[in-house]
């Protein structure tokens, strides 16, 4: 699903600074990683990287199998809407929008008719547990609730690859219990799933789990 091959990707001019480092990584279809590191590591940045949200300096970058690395703002985005779902720590949804209507935006934004958008939202927050609670604003649910209306928008597309960047960070333990199982459930449907945490009991729920250090990815030590 991602390949890359020494990736940089360096900010500003004459005190410039080089987030990433020669970043190399594989994920295969299918797989649950764990990247984890401290805060100013690099972890962001390469996240939005893999998202297609910015382009690297240097390397080269190979999405399910397309090179992505000198793709114009235009056809990142098409590349983003076709393959790509985010769920961001802060849950980004829509206050006066109940669950069913945040969980169908993406859908909005394509064109998709009124009632295909509410069946496929209803069947997404299915997904998620969440059925019941469809016609609940933010404000009505709690922490863990609103995080699974997140999940539930970023698949309703049915993207091959989503990216999680510290999905549990605003959520107390049992409901950060809930979102991991939640994901874990997707990926066990299929969805590939690329987590961003500085939780490592959260990290040790993932199949595999590599580290960031000062833009560097490896094997934790």
């Known amino acids: 699903m991602i390949v890359t091959r020494e990736l940089s990707k360096v900010y500003g001019g004459a005190c410039a600074v080089e987030a990433l480092r020669g970043v190399s990584l594989e994920v295969r279809d299918g797989e649950f990683l764990a990247i984890v590191g401290p805060s100013g590591s690099g972890k962001s940045t390469l996240m939005n990287v893999l998202g297609c949200l910015d382009s690297a300096t240097g390397g080269r970058y190979f999405l399910d199998g397309e090179d992505v690395t000198r793709l114009d703002s235009d056809d990142l985005a098409r590349v983003r809407g076709r393959k790509i779902g985010f769920v961001f720590q802060n849950f980004n949804l829509l206050p006066h929008l109940t669950a069913l209507e945040n969980a169908a935006l993406p859908l909005v934004y394509r064109g998709v008719p ?106 934790p030590r």
Do not use: F, K, W
Not at 115 to 139: F, K, N
Not at 186 to 202: K, P, Q, S, W
């Open 114 to 219: 009124l009632r295909e958008r509410r069946e496929r939202a209803a069947a997404a927050l299915q997904s998620v547990g969440l059925y019941h609670r469809r016609d609940h604003l933010p404000a009505q649910m709690s922490g863990g609730q609103q995080q699974r209306v997140a999940i539930a928008r970023a698949l309703i597309t049915r993207p091959p690859l989503l990216l999680a960047d510290e999905p549990t960070g605003n959520l107390d333990s049992a409901s950060g219990g809930e979102i991991l199982r939640c994901m874990e459930a997707r990926n066990a449907a299929g969805t590939t799933i690329v987590l961003i945490t500085h939780d490592e009991g959260v990290a040790r729920r993932c199949q595999r789990r590599l580290e960031m250090r000062d833009g560097r990815l490896g094997e």
